[in-house]
């Protein structure tokens, strides 16, 4: 069983910046799993945002690369927090965003489909204004 909880999420003008952390307990102690962030607006399909594995390989979207900044925390292999530091927000950045894991480790590929990912979180929303 896979538990994920995000938070932090929040309302924010345009230009300024929010912190998403999702705290997540992993099935297997020792498999190295990926962790990702991915966004849903409004109308819209879900999108992948970054994505991070335990062994420190990440990748972030071109959308959001010198903005945003993606890290994993936690010397428990098994239980992990994952943070999405989010800044100069823009009001495209409105969203639910969601985590998500799954085992292996991460590839960008990871962020151009959902189909990867078995496990997710509830989601947290984001909306920036003008």
């Known amino acids: 069983q896979v538990t994920l909880v995000e938070t932090g999420g929040g309302s924010v003008q345009a230009g300024g910046s929010l912190n998403l952390s999702c705290e997540a307990s992993l099935r297997y102690a020792y498999t190295v799993y990926c962790m990702a962030w991915f966004r849903q607006a409004p109308g819209k399909s879900r999108e992948g945002v970054a994505s991070i594995d335990i062994d420190g390989g990440s990748n972030l979207a071109d959308s959001v690369k010198g903005r945003f900044t993606i890290s994993l925390h936690g010397a428990d292999r098994a239980g992990k927090t994952m943070r999405l530091s989010m800044t100069a927000l823009k009001p495209e950045d409105t969203a639910m965003y969601y985590c998500?894991?799954?085992?292996?480790?991460?590839?960008?590929?990871?962020?151009?489909?959902?189909?990867?990912?078995?496990?997710w979180g509830q989601g947290t929303l984001v909306t920036v204004s003008p």
């Open positions: 998500a894991a799954r085992t292996g480790v991460c590839g960008y590929s990871d962020l151009l489909s959902t189909t990867r990912f078995r496990d």
